[in-house]
């Protein structure tokens, strides 16, 4: 610490050269912070607590709909524990911009296979004595503000009633919240016996099946299973795990963690080269001053430790500054009014960038340190 | 025979060469030199440009090595010492003044002159009870806080000097410390060496090209194309 006057005073030699780097590292972390939420978002939820949960859906796409009958033939598959299932509904409210999910379940199984969504029990009551009744995250009902005892008008691009209208009316009879930051607490959920009888088509069938395993240690043995049960039938199935399902659907916009992993590849190559530069430029310029340190009896190692603390400083300024700015942008949450409920910018990304951080600074630093580390102080002394 | 071993001999340099090599061409610098100082002499070093006088301190300060013969300082063959070794017995034998003062810019004056105690073990309160003494000496308490650029010539190379003295080193070598000042800057730095060697005995080596500072020595010794002699050659 006792040099740490010696490494600012150097930092603050050229003020707009320091300045303008340390302005590019900030953004790059700022980019860094994004990314990681955007990741989350697409990438993560529920596969955390998902862990014990699989999904059944139809071999061929996950748009081709399944018997509503296959439940109970699940149920008796050795090693599942429960079964209940969810179709995707694709409504709109008011806008097609503002978007989030409506499925219709079965309350009782439903609410009992997800214990991450945590419903009051009047709630949970009035759900199961309300046929049009839906219950709704609180992100959601927050952003319309929706109270319990609303009726909520939702246009399908789907599912047509009986009469063709697509509108469909819910009254809200419960909000929900999430029991981590995990939780998506962005979705509606209505009964299925309600959305049964009262479309025109696809009676009967449902879009998916989540199965809840006795053991998650035989999760693929019980996958295989359910897809042998289903084998050479009409609708084929192909289980999976729930987090794998939710990648899946994130996986039609592209490799989220490939892409992400791309971009930030090539700011923090650029931030390498910039920050090096910034830091090279600045051990050449003090050729003379380094000679004098080690003149009156700086040795190499500790030359070569002030050039590393210097970049080091610089980067882990950044890279602080950036995430914290990261942090405060992101906690606003989803910055697109429902496409990415889980929005947010995960604690171990949060430490990986101070890592990031650290080893950025060792890196651009390195070879300038040595340059500096090598400098004979005979010839320096002779530069001045 | 090497005399380091003499009584009062601080400064033993014996049978001294140095050849730089350029390319293909070796350039020798210094041919058989010899030199002794005793401890507490204030010794001026003349000669002309190129005549090896810099390259003669460097030897003496640790900050080359000769190509042959020896070096001792204190009892201790400097010439044989590693280089990391060698910082240490710099920080610890040698200070060092220099004709263009070489202050970092970015440190205050009493920061600059603090920077051969962090190389030391003493607690921050004993280096600033240090530098206070040095700044001292120089004349200078009043200047702690002020940046070289806010400083004359005269007042960086006594920072200069503060630098150069606050460890209490063995001994203190200044290259041409009144190269860049004018006359009345350069008798207060002159004047400043001098009570330094008389008052604290202090042994000085001073590398310069004017008669004036030499004269201010207790003997002066010239350098002339690689080899000591008493009179200046013409």
Not at chain 1, 199 to 212: H, N, P
Not at chain 1, 232 to 251: D, L, M, P, R
Not at chain 1, 292 to 317: D, R, Y
Not at chain 2, 164 to 187: M, Q, S, W
């Amino acid at each position: 610490m006792k040099y740490m006057h010696l490494v600012w005073g150097n930092l603050r030699r050229k003020k707009t050269r320091t300045v303008l780097t340390l302005l590019s590292i900030v953004v790059a972390f700022v980019l860094f912070g994004f990314l990681s939420a955007i990741r989350q978002a697409l990438t993560g939820g529920v596969s955390l607590e998902g862990a014990n949960r699989l999904i059944v859906r139809h071999k061929v796409s996950i748009i081709q709909m399944l018997p509503i009958d296959y439940k109970r033939r699940m149920e008796k598959i050795p090693g599942v524990a429960a079964a209940t299932h969810q179709t995707w509904f694709g409504g709109i409210y008011q806008d097609p911009k503002n978007f989030f999910m409506q499925n219709p379940v079965i309350p009782g199984e439903f609410l009992d296979m997800h214990p991450e969504m945590i419903l009051p029990a009047a709630a949970r009551q009035a759900w199961l004595q309300t046929r049009t009744g839906a219950v709704v995250g609180r992100k959601t009902a927050e952003r319309f503000g929706w109270k319990v005892g609303d009726k909520v008008p939702i246009q399908s691009t789907i599912w047509a009633k009986k009469d063709g209208s697509f509108l469909w009316e819910f009254d809200i009879v419960g909000i929900y919240d999430g029991r981590d930051k995990n939780t998506d607490t962005t979705p509606l959920f209505f009964r299925y016996d309600y959305f049964d009888e009262a479309r025109r088509a696809g009676t009967g069938s449902v879009g998916w099946y989540t199965i809840r395993v006795l053991d998650t240690s035989k999760a693929a043995a019980v996958a295989n299973l359910v897809d042998a049960e289903f084998e050479n039938s009409s609708a084929e199935t192909k289980t999976e795990a729930e987090g794998a399902f939710v990648q899946a659907w994130a996986k039609q916009i592209g490799d989220i963690a490939f892409i992400t992993a791309s971009i930030l590849g090539a700011v923090f190559f650029t931030i390498l080269l910039v920050t090096g530069n910034t830091i090279s430029q600045s051990v050449r310029e003090r050729t003379g001053e380094l000679g004098v340190l080690k003149a009156i009896g700086f040795t190499n190692g500790q030359v070569l430790g002030l050039v590393l603390a210097e970049s080091c400083v610089l980067s882990v300024l950044g890279g602080v500054v950036g995430l914290g700015v990261a942090w405060l942008l992101t906690s606003r949450g989803d910055p697109t009014g429902g496409l990415l409920p889980l929005f947010f910018f995960p604690a171990g990304d949060l430490a990986a960038g101070l890592a990031i951080s650290v080893a950025l600074g060792l890196v651009t630093g390195f070879f300038p340190a040595m340059q500096a580390m090598r400098l004979r102080v005979a010839d320096s002394l002779r530069r001045i | 025979m090497s005399e380091s071993g003499a009584v009062g001999v601080l400064v033993d340099v014996n049978g001294v060469e140095k050849v730089f090599h350029r390319g293909s061409e070796d350039i020798q610098v210094l041919k058989d030199l010899h030199l002794q100082v005793p401890a507490g002499e204030f010794l001026a070093l003349m000669g002309p440009s190129g005549s090896g006088k810099s390259t003669l301190l460097n030897l003496i300060g640790g900050l080359d090595h000769p190509t042959r013969g020896s070096v001792t300082i204190a009892g201790e063959r400097v010439d044989q010492l590693t280089d990391h070794r060698l910082a240490a017995w710099r920080a610890r034998h040698i200070g060092f003044v220099f004709q263009l003062y070489n202050l970092l810019p970015v440190l205050t004056a009493e920061r600059n002159i603090e920077l051969p105690l962090l190389l030391t073990h003493l607690s921050r309160a004993e280096r600033k009870s240090h530098v206070e003494t040095a700044l001292e000496a120089v004349g200078l308490l009043n200047r702690a806080q002020h940046y070289p650029r806010q400083l004359s010539g005269g007042e960086q190379q006594r920072v200069g000097i503060a630098r150069g003295i606050v460890t209490d080193p063995t001994l203190l070598l200044c290259d041409e410390p009144t190269g860049d000042l004018d006359r009345k800057a350069g008798d207060e730095i002159l004047n400043l060496l001098q009570a330094l060697n008389r008052e604290h005995g202090k042994t000085i080596i001073m590398v310069t090209h004017d008669p004036h500072a030499s004269a201010r020595a207790s003997r002066t010794v010239y350098l002339n194309k690689g080899q000591l002699t008493r009179e200046p050659q013409v």
